[in-house]
């Protein structure tokens, strides 16, 4: 039978602002356990939630990103668990009336394709600490650091067909919220996290499988893997003659498998009201049209204008629009080296490829705009060659100084002095006469090839350091006669 | 309501409710819901919801951090703690 894949996404965006949504402890990653968790985090007695302006701000500008209607009058609801990392009993959420509602992100795919993905509404609220599973003597150890982190959750229409779209929506989703400055996109560190739902049915039957959740996966490569895994278990298991059981299932990017951690049953009974605690949120039309007023440059108008003002080709352009870090890198290289076609090629391939290779994310890209685009000023001056630029683009990935010192210290610098080179030239012509008499007595169309002998030898006199460009035009000059 | 739906809930809201408890518990709870249910015969389709008793709108904090690190006061309250973290009970999901 012919399957068909039905693919939604729940994906928890955290907000880059600089406190919890409903306390003014520091979101910043990395601190010491608990040490940003306040009394209002941890749920002590007396404690008031505030709401953070800066998170509604953000959501706001999300809103409008993805063309939805904002809810002009939204209000918090409890949602009712426990949990250890959970100090309160209860997650502060938005279910009746959350902040944006129902919009749509296009995506472009392999083919070319756009594809308009729905998206059902986003909500404020706030995330949860973390529990480490280690043995603290049969004990877990609890750190709330997170706990009150706001997030907005981005919940799409089971649009998606296969792993190349959920993934393109992925990709597009952090693209956007990076360029809008709402998140910071550091996947490895939790920044987002995509909730996967999947249910496949006969292709042609209308009526949805049943579906399950694959949670938390914070890379997109192990998303395209979680979601391929799952539909090939859903597969087995409907074509042996099984059922699908609703249920949430975790994957671990390590083992390449997935298991299942609860079944829905019972778990959905969050008992949900509206939060005392918490007064309705209301924004006029002012605030929303200051908001979009702010809205900066988003990746579809960056995409058109590196086409239209910087001259990139329509593939570089889009790839280097997607993320705006990188965007913003790309741009820095650009201005300072006034060569955005070399910035682009060294931006989309030594750089990309390196920070692939060691699992970087751009920025914590050894080597800065600035300095590459010193490297790319001395590509283009004629200093040194495409060749020693790799070399030098080594070195300095290995932290060795910046293109200047590289080339100093390395003496890379290539001879482009025409009198030294044809002093080289001249010497191999007086040294290799019968070289030169076959050359000379040679067909038009064979020449080219018997120049590589005399380019050889005159790379080895200068080193390797002789520019190919003049080389070749002063061989052509001098053997020519 | 009857024992099962108590204990359902009991169970939600992590409270003990002794045996002998529950057929009284469930007899109060259904007296509550019995006043929700002449709440409800009425026409309230062209009602707005009340989000809060009280009619003002939330005032917004600026995203400033003005908490300052207290763990070691918080810590010295907690039953159980090992590198600065909280410990419980062991969890698995």
């Known amino acids: 039978m012919e399957w ?18 409903f306390s003014g402890a520091s979101t910043a990653f990395g601190a010491e356990p608990n040490t940003q968790a306040c009394a209002i985090d941890l749920a002590m007695p007396g404690t008031l939630p505030s709401a953070n302006a800066d998170a ?66 986003a909500h404020l609220e706030e995330d949860a600490g973390k529990s480490l599973h280690e043995d603290f003597h049969g004990m877990s150890g609890i750190d709330l650091n997170r706990a009150g982190t706001p997030l907005i959750e981005v919940v799409t229409e089971p649009d998606m067909r296969s792993a190349e779209e959920a993934v393109a929506f992925a990709k597009k989703l952090h693209g956007l ?21 999947i249910s496949i049915r006969p292709r042609g039957q209308e009526k949805l499988g049943t579906r399950t959740e694959t949670k938390n996966l914070n890379s997109f490569k192990f998303m395209e893997e979680a979601i391929e895994l799952e539909i090939e278990r859903q597969i087995q298991v409907l074509e ?49 049209e200051d908001v979009r007023r702010q809205m900066p440059e988003l ?30 890198y790309f741009e820095e290289v650009a201005r300072i080296s006034s060569q955005p076609k070399l910035a682009a090629n060294w931006v989309m391939g030594d750089i990309a490829a390196q920070l692939n290779r060691q699992e970087l994310s751009i920025r914590q890209c050894p080597i800065n705009a600035s300095a590459l685009a010193g490297l790319i000023k001395r590509l283009d001056d004629g200093t040194i060659s495409s060749k020693m630029a790799k070399t030098v683009f080594e070195a300095m990935w290995n932290g060795e100084g910046d293109a200047d010192t590289v080339i100093e210290t390395k003496g890379l610098k290539q001879v482009s002095d025409s009198g030294a080179l044809e002093k080289i030239v001249d010497d191999i012509i007086a040294n290799n006469p019968q070289q030169v008499a076959n050359y000379r007595g040679a067909a038009e169309d064979k020449r080219p090839k018997m ?14 350091q002789a520019n190919p460009q003049q080389l070749n035009k002063i061989l052509l000059e001098k053997l020519g006669g | 309501m009857d024992r099962s739906e108590i204990e359902k809930l ?77 410990l419980v009970p062991k969890v698995i999901d």
Do not use: W
Not at chain 1, 6 to 19: D, K
Not at chain 1, 451 to 464: E, H, I, N, T, W
């Open chain 1, 451 to 464: 120049l590589g002998f005399f380019v050889g030898q005159a790379m080895k006199a200068s080193q390797g």
């Open chain 1, 56 to 121: 509604f701000r953000m959501a706001t500008m999300f809103g409008l990103a993805i063309n939805a209607e904002i809810n002009r009058r939204s209000i918090f609801e409890r949602k009712n668990y426990f949990y250890p990392d959970l100090p309160k009993g209860y997650q502060t959420t938005q279910l009746a009336r959350p902040i944006v509602g129902a919009g749509h992100l296009d995506i472009t795919l392999g083919s070319g394709d756009t594809k308009r993905v729905r998206i059902h509404h």
């Open chain 1, 240 to 288: 042996s003659g099984g059922k699908i059981m609703q249920e949430t299932r975790l994957y671990n990017g390590d083992t390449k498998k997935a298991r299942s951690m609860r079944s829905k049953e019972d778990s959905n009974d969050y008992r949900y009201f509206p939060c005392p605690d918490l007064l309705p949120v209301v924004l006029d039309e002012a605030y929303i």
């Open chain 1, 177 to 197: 919220v990076t360029s809008l400055g709402i998140c910071d996109g550091e996947m490895s560190q939790g920044s987002m996290r995509f909730d996967v739902n």
């Open chain 1, 299 to 328: 990746p579809e108008a960056k995409r058109a204008r590196y086409m239209s003002e910087l001259g990139l080709p329509e593939y570089d352009a889009s790839i280097l629009s997607g993320d705006a870090t990188t965007a913003a």
């Open chain 2, 10 to 86: 009991a169970q939600l809201a992590r409270l003990e409710i002794r045996a002998e408890a529950l057929e009284e518990v469930a007899d109060r709870i259904s007296n509550v819901l019995a006043l929700v249910d002449q709440l409800q015969a009425l026409d309230t389709a062209h009602v707005e919801p009340m989000a809060h008793p009280l009619d003002a709108v939330q005032r917004l904090r600026a995203d400033n951090v003005t908490e300052p690190d207290c763990r070691a006061a918080f810590l010295a309250i907690a039953p159980a703690t090992e590198n600065g973290l909280y």
């Open chain 1, 4 to 21: 068909e894949t039905v693919i939604g996404l729940e994906v928890h965006v955290q907000l880059a602002t600089r406190s919890k949504m």
